[in-house]
């Protein structure tokens, strides 16, 4: 990768470069969404990754936006995010591969992402996978007057309205 400014080569930060590694060799077709962005760490730019892969949803646009920082992977689609955190003591692969199998949770249709709202207002988000026991008790969960939870997933299989404005 060159420099935009000093046509000079540049390389991603090793977090970045590792995550990269272990991410294409389960999606090499990713490629084609990573770019790099400059962060500032104690005074230096460094080069790390970010993906924006295409959303499969028939109706939410939003790409999956996957970063890559010094001590965390941050996901974020429709709205909802999460962190994969490096924590001190555990080893980088840990985390990486953590990072690569909760995006493939994500995109699997098996994960729920789902909004409470009051009226327009967000109230509170979560999320699960569909097979996991949380989830027959959060969808059953009773709301407030004036409440709705919005559920989506990957493909819009799971989505529904639930609540008042359901019907």
Not at 44 to 54: M, V
Not at 57 to 72: F, G, S
Not at 74 to 80: F, P, Q
Request: aromatic residues 12%.
């Amino acid at each position: 990768m060159n420099d935009p400014i000093t046509g000079k080569r540049t390389r991603l930060a090793s977090t970045s470069a590792a995550f990269a590694r272990e991410l294409f060799a389960r999606h090499p077709d990713w490629r084609a969404y990573a770019a790099a962005y400059d962060l500032e760490v104690e005074g230096y730019l460094e080069r790390h990754l970010e993906l924006r892969i295409p959303a499969a949803h028939p109706y939410v646009q939003d790409p999956l936006r996957v970063q890559v920082k010094p001590r965390e992977v941050y996901l974020e689609w429709a709205g909802w995010h999460d962190h994969v955190f490096w924590w001190e003591g555990e080893p980088l692969a840990t985390c990486l591969r953590s990072a690569v199998e909760t995006i493939e949770l994500w995109i699997s249709d098996r994960y729920l992402f789902a909004t409470v709202y009051a009226g327009e207002q967000r109230v509170r988000e979560w999320g699960t996978l569909l097979d996991h026991a949380d989830a027959l008790r959060l969808l059953n969960e009773p709301m407030a007057p004036g409440e709705r939870t919005l559920i989506r997933s990957w493909r819009g299989t799971h989505d529904r309205t639930l609540g008042q404005d359901s019907a």
